[in-house]
């Protein structure tokens, strides 16, 4: 069992930036593939970004390429997402999750392991 909780969510301006942390439980973050995925309400869950176990890899949706980043530090068990030049559109709750076969793809169902969540709102 992992436990996830995600944090830096909050409220910025279109143009602005804003990071958000995922902290995961357990000793064997470093073999996982870990994805950020966002849902407003009434919609199904998005694809944003998704990291190998390394770290060596990464894997960014068309909408976030170029003003996102994902990245991880395998020594605090976190992933970070770093979000530049947010848009209005980017407003959604965000969501960190596992991939415990390693395999960071685009798909949600490839996920084993979710947080609860955090708000980003984006003010134009």
């Known amino acids: 069992q992992v436990q996830l909780v995600e944090s830096g969510g909050g409220l910025a301006q279109a143009g602005a930036s804003l990071r958000l942390s995922c902290a995961a439980s357990g000793r064997t973050f470093s073999s996982y593939a870990m994805g950020w995925f966002r849902q407003a309400p009434g919609k199904e869950r998005e694809f944003v970004a998704a990291?190998?176990?390394?770290?060596?890899?990464?894997y960014y949706a068309d909408s976030v390429k170029g003003r996102f980043t994902i990245f991880r530090d395998n020594a605090k068990n976190t992933v970070y997402l770093q979000m530049n030049s947010l848009k209005p559109e980017d407003k959604d709750v965000y969501y960190c999750?596992?991939?415990?076969?390693?395999?960071?793809?685009?798909?949600?169902?490839?996920?084993?392991?979710w947080g609860q969540g955090t708000q980003v709102t984006v003010s134009s």
């Open positions: 999750a596992v991939d415990s076969e390693g395999y960071y793809s685009g798909s949600s169902l490839g996920y084993d392991y």
């Open positions: 990291i190998s176990p390394s770290g060596g890899g990464t």
